[in-house]
């Protein structure tokens, strides 16, 4: 039982249900890119082998997070929608960033010779990492069978969908420009 599951189980509608885990696991994929793209630069594996081909793979990176995120827009803005929570005020069901997630990208993108604001990086880094973990903690508590409540699975993905729509769709803008 995974992340989905839960996703399926409280939607109102199947249709729904489908869109939201579609856009979901494209965003969880392309995000996992993302992330492991710098963390093998973090690793000192220089791959692609220029630097240009380098700056080129960010962009390319940045800009199918970015595609995905827009494709997530209306499937969880209708889902939250269907959702309807018993309760006004859930609990959001993941944690915020761990010190794991906060990196100091500058060496890592001056050793890469990739010229992009550190700063965005970093922000970017720090919302793909805590939206893959949130949808593994979302699948670890289902498999647990202590899924969230319908209050807090609302709550959940409404600070994702806030954090994601946000900053960090205009940071990702950047780093692809």
Same mark, same amino acid.
Not at 101 to 118: K, N, Q
């Given at each position: 039982?995974?992340?989905?599951?839960?996703?399926?189980?409280?939607?109102?509608?199947? /249709?729904?249900?489908?869109? /939201?885990?579609?856009?979901?696991?494209?965003?969880? $994929?392309?995000?996992?890119?993302?992330? +492991? /793209?710098?963390?093998?630069?973090?690793?000192? #594996?220089?791959?692609?082998?220029?630097?240009?081909?380098?700056?080129?793979?960010?962009?390319?990176?940045? #800009?199918?997070?970015?595609?995905?995120?827009?494709?997530?827009?209306?499937?969880?803005?209708?889902?939250?929608?269907?959702?309807?929570?018993?309760?006004?005020?859930?609990?959001?069901?993941?944690?915020?960033?761990?010190?794991?997630?906060?990196?100091?990208?500058?060496?890592?993108?001056?050793?890469?010779?990739? +010229?992009?604001?550190?700063?965005?990086? $970093? $922000?970017?880094?720090?919302?793909?990492?805590?939206?893959?973990? $949130?949808?593994?903690?979302?699948?670890?508590?289902?498999?647990?069978?202590?899924?969230?409540?319908?209050?807090?699975?609302?709550?959940?993905?409404? #600070?994702?969908?806030?954090? /994601?729509?946000?900053?960090?769709?205009?940071?990702? +803008?950047?780093?692809?420009?």
């Amino acid at each position: 039982m995974g992340w989905d599951s839960v996703i399926e189980r409280n939607a109102a509608s199947e /249709l729904t249900a489908a869109r /939201l885990v579609k856009s979901l696991r494209a965003c969880e $994929a392309a995000s996992l890119a993302f992330c +492991r /793209l710098l963390e093998r630069w973090g690793r000192g #594996d220089a791959k692609p082998a220029t630097a240009g081909s380098r700056q080129a793979a960010l962009r390319r990176a940045a #800009d199918r997070v970015e595609t995905a995120i827009a494709g997530l827009e209306a499937p969880l803005s209708q889902y939250l929608l269907e959702l309807e929570p018993e309760l006004a005020e859930g609990r959001s069901w993941y944690a915020g960033p761990g010190a794991a997630e906060l990196v100091e990208w500058t060496p890592v993108l001056d050793r890469a010779g990739v +010229r992009v604001c550190p700063n965005r990086v $970093a $922000a970017v880094y720090l919302e793909l990492a805590v939206l893959v973990r $949130a949808l593994e903690g979302l699948a670890a508590a289902a498999s647990m069978d202590a899924a969230p409540d319908r209050s807090s699975l609302w709550a959940g993905l409404f #600070d994702l969908r806030d954090t /994601l729509l946000g900053s960090t769709v205009d940071d990702l +803008r950047a780093l692809a420009a």
